[in-house]
């Protein structure tokens, strides 16, 4: 299935629900909840009447699936049934979100290895490290005389990354369109030669900021950006009375995931990125 029907949408959003509350992990990302609107993934549904009792999601774009089936239908062979069904891919991989017992049960029972993976991390917003900006660094809020040059950035700083260093236009001015932008929460850095980074918090719900992105150039890595930048965006999520803040990072970001643990974040879970075994070979 290329698109989803009218409501199709929102009774998978239902299921990603009800597995979240059982299983205490989203299992679907940003990715693939934005794309329950559009055709730029495909779909796959088992349904039990009007309920949708399994989902797949498969993103051509990141060459990656993401699979759900509710709680209350596991075990009778629907995540077989849709992974049988997926789009043929030699670079498919399928996200685990939470790296659980049993989607580590099933990657294997399928021949699958872990390639990556991404920690979610978290901390108080309190007793904030101080933002001490350098005097030839400015920072201040998001403009949209600014999209272009995030936008270069954003690419720069993320050339290998497989999902963020592919921003454009279009995605950025879909995420600005969702009800949790804020510009005043997108902090830009600037210095004599230009944007030379970018801090984009987000607000998640009512009591959980989060560290959406943070972005160097790469002209000016090593400079301790990246930590006054972080520091900045956690007092403005501060301001806003929100208690706790998290974040996610490729657990290959040696570097980024050093600085989260000396900013006083900690992993509260982890998710992977399983691929076939033979594609090492």
Not at 2 to 27: F, K
Not at 67 to 87: A, K, S
Not at 228 to 256: F, K
């Amino acid at each position: 299935m290329e698109g989803l029907a009218d409501g199709q949408g929102a009774r998978v959003r239902e299921l990603a629900e009800r597995a979240w509350g059982v299983d205490g992990v989203d299992p679907l990302n940003e990715e693939a909840y934005r794309s329950l609107g559009d055709v730029s993934a495909q779909h796959l549904l088992k349904t039990d009447g009007r309920r949708v009792v399994g989902y797949l999601n498969y993103s051509a774009r990141f060459a990656t699936v993401q699979l759900v089936v509710d709680p209350e239908y596991r075990r009778t062979g629907i995540g077989t049934q849709l992974w049988m069904q997926r789009p043929a891919d030699p670079n498919l991989g399928v996200w685990a979100f939470g790296d659980l017992p049993a989607a580590q049960g099933f990657a294997a029972a399928r021949g699958l290895r872990p390639e990556r993976g991404l920690l979610k991390m978290t901390r108080p917003l309190a007793d904030l490290p101080q933002a001490d900006i350098p005097p030839d660094l400015e920072l201040r809020s998001f403009t949209p005389t600014d999209a272009d040059e995030l936008l270069a950035l954003n690419a720069a700083a993320f050339a290998h990354h497989p999902e963020q260093g592919q921003l454009d236009q279009a995605g950025l001015a879909a995420r600005m369109a969702e009800r949790w932008f804020d510009p005043a929460g997108l902090i830009v850095a600037f210095d004599a030669e230009g944007m030379v980074g970018f801090h984009w918090t987000k607000q998640v719900d009512a009591a959980t900021g989060e560290v959406y992105v943070i972005a160097v150039a790469p002209r000016a890595q090593g400079r301790g950006y990246g930590k006054v930048l972080l520091a900045a965006g956690m007092s403005h999520l501060a301001t806003q009375g929100l208690p706790t803040v998290v974040l996610y990072v490729d657990t290959a970001d040696e570097t980024a995931v050093r600085m989260y643990e000396r900013a006083g974040f900690v992993t509260v879970h982890r998710d992977v990125r399983y691929i076939p075994i033979q594609e090492q070979e």
